[in-house]
């Protein structure tokens, strides 16, 4: 690994953002396309959450000892929002920061991936817990 790396040389770029009015199918569908572990939820072009795959089978395991039947689940996909389910004002990191940095973030919470933001504040990308493994141990 090469000293002072910074996040923006390993971050995922470009990370597919939702609203945070957007239905949770919506969640489903693009974790289920790009095989995403993480997606950023926005309010007006805002970082205001994101939401996991863990908060996904979370809610999905709810539903079902709470209802019955298929069509209610449907149902409830389609009027749940993400901003439901989402974790609010998560922890961020700047893409010009040392990727030691990035892993003191993670070692110190209880979440696997990182939101990269510039210096306008938006999402230019998010870095895991796996990014920072790999990138070490090249």
Known sequence: ???????????????????KSSPL??????????????VPVLSEGKLV??????????RFLQMLNQTSGK??????MEHIKVEDI????PITIHENDDIEYASELL?????HSLIVLNDKDAVTG?????????????
Request: charged fraction near 25%; glycine fraction near 2%; aromatic fraction near 8%.
């Open 25 to 38: 199918k919506s969640v489903v569908e693009l974790i289920s396309a790009h095989r995403f572990s993480h």
């Open 71 to 76: 069509f209610y689940s449907k149902m409830l």
């Open 49 to 58: 959450g994101i939401v996991s795959k863990s908060d996904l089978i979370n």
């Open 107 to 111: 070692l110190q919470g209880e979440f």
């Open 86 to 89: 989402m974790k609010a004002d």
């Open 1 to 19: 690994m090469m000293k002072n790396q910074r996040v923006i040389e390993i971050m995922n770029k470009d990370p597919k953002c939702l609203e």
């Open 126 to 138: 998010i870095v895991t817990a796996y990014d920072i493994l790999k990138a070490k141990s090249q």
